[in-house]
């Protein structure tokens, strides 16, 4: 059975790749459940509690955002990833010197393979990559060069069957990503006002009130009845049905929404909008899977 293990599994853009996974694993007759510590992924795939992990002989084991001193880690992810989130200083300062000393122990009994998305913790620091058997990137600019040395592999996250809406509006941003500083949605949405756009709609979940009420609060002072939030929504055709333009600042190669406005017809605006749209199908993306898993 192919196991994705992840810690956290709340509605930003790595839970819904990974639920997407999940599901094109499933509907390719390969038995697959996404494993997390929170809920919303519950509903979106075949899925269950981190609590309820435990790997057996002969799985495929896919990580991401988990830091493994060693493969007996996985053996209690799920209070592991609770000790964690509770500031447990111990599971801190073990985590801090993960992958610190000499290299690590493959399993044997299953295959364990990395998966890096985004900027998250996993992807930076010292990650003890000599204990998977394969590492996947979303992208070549994610490739970390001591990750080179080791089985690698990049491959795009699979995207939704999106459709052209048939009527949109007329002057409508959306400004999509989760709301935190790196994001920079504040520059965005002015971007899109000096543009023209009547109107800004924020997608994305919450994840830093404190950046939120300090950068995009006011905004919506200065602009009153403009800016709207609509916070994560989980039906991405129906966002894409809401806006005529879509707006981002921060650069993020790995991120899906580009490809999302080639498929919906969406005006893009972003760091990299003049960049080749190199979007292949689901049927390619799973075929780089079906290869470097041996499926």
Known sequence: MIKIVSGQSIPVGSTVALANLCNQ???REHECVFYGPDRWHRDKCRSAHLSDFHPEEGDIVIAHDIRLRSVSDLS?????IASTRKGDLRSALLDGISGGFGRKKRPEAFRLVLSCRGDGPVCVGRTAWSMFHKIHFSCEAQVDRRASRHPHFVCPDFVHDLKKPVARPE???GVIGS???ENR????IEKALQDGMETVIVYGYMLDPIYFHSKIAPLAKKYPGRIKFAGFVDDPQQMYYSVSDVYRCAARPWSTVKRECGLTATCYHGPDSS???EAPGNDSIYGVWKKELEL
């Open 25 to 27: 694993f499933n509907s």
């Open 76 to 80: 209690d992810l799920g209070n592991r």
């Open 171 to 173: 002057k409508v941003a």
């Open 179 to 181: 709301v935190r500083p």
């Open 185 to 188: 949605l504040e520059i965005s």
């Open 275 to 277: 960049e080749a749209a």
